[in-house]
Every structure is written in C-alpha cells, then in structure tokens.
C-alpha cells in the first residue's frame, strides 16, 4: 500500500450494522464501489461494506462503501 493511499478494511457485520443504525441508512443507500476496484482488500466480495479511512492534517475521516459486482 502507498503511503498516501488511504486505508481500506472490511466492517464486520455487527460493525456494519452499528453504522447503518447510527446514520439511519440501509446498505444500498450509501456509495459504490466496484469489486474489481484495485484498492479493495484481497477476501472483498459484493455486498461487504468497506471503511476507508483517511489522514487529512492529523484528523481522521471515514468514508463508507458498498461494494457492487
């Protein structure tokens, strides 16, 4: 991994279903991202939902997505 690429991991399904009840959302509302995406963790398959965790001046932001065939 680059080091300005930033961080993807697979949410477990409790992980995955704290956030979706926090936000208010159902999976397939929130944005996509291709299977065949090449930063994707190795074991992603359609359906995961994937934390992407960026480093912008010391602060951490998470960015959420589900992944699509």
């Not at 009840?21 to 359609?46: G, H, M, W």
Request: proline share 7%.
């Amino acid at each position: 991994m680059h080091v300005l690429q930033p961080k993807y991991s697979i949410l477990s399904k409790e992980e995955a279903k704290k956030m979706l009840e926090k936000y208010n959302i159902d999976k397939f509302q929130l944005p996509k991202i291709k299977l065949k995406d090449p930063s994707l963790p190795k074991n992603a398959k359609v359906g995961d939902i994937i934390k992407i965790e960026r480093k912008i001046e010391n602060k951490k932001t998470y960015y959420y997505r589900v992944v699509v065939p």
